[in-house]
């Protein structure tokens, strides 16, 4: 009998999964359905959230960003006069000063823009 119940426990253990150390999100929606990236003073406080890989994703589930701050701002694209669209993560995005805005770089692209040289 004992040894029943030994390999019983062992059994259920090994069943178990053990849940894999995840990092940290890059934003979290809390209960409240606000979006919060790591700009945000909410960031570290908040315990209850879901996670997002962006802060457009995030608001695109019903989500909205905190007061004084814009989720359109984290999710432009800008298509330069040249033609080249250039998302957040371009060196070229903060230098380019005539454009025309697009939500995604799908849209930028699919307006007839290209994607800048890596």
């Known amino acids: 009998m004992g040894l029943f119940l030994g390999l019983s426990l062992s059994l259920s253990q090994a069943a178990e999964p053990k849940a894999a150390?995840?990092?940290?999100?890059?934003?979290?929606?809390?209960?409240?359905?606000?979006?919060?990236?790591?700009?945000?003073?909410?960031?570290t406080s908040t315990k209850k959230f879901t996670a997002f890989t962006s802060m457009d994703e995030c608001v695109k589930t019903g989500g909205r960003a905190p007061n004084g701050q814009t989720a359109a701002a984290e999710s432009m694209v800008k298509k330069s006069e040249s033609g080249i669209c250039?998302?957040?993560?371009?060196?070229?995005?903060?230098?380019?000063?005539?454009?025309?805005?697009?939500?995604?770089?799908?849209?930028?692209?699919?307006?007839?823009?290209?994607?800048?040289?890596?």
């Open 86 to 118: 250039h998302d957040k993560t371009s060196p070229s995005y903060e230098r380019t000063k005539k454009f025309t805005e697009f939500k995604t770089m799908d849209e930028c692209v699919k307006s007839g823009g290209t994607a800048p040289k890596k």
């Open 21 to 43: 150390p995840s990092a940290e999100p890059v934003v979290k929606k809390s209960d409240s359905g606000i979006c919060h990236d790591k700009s945000s003073a909410s960031f």
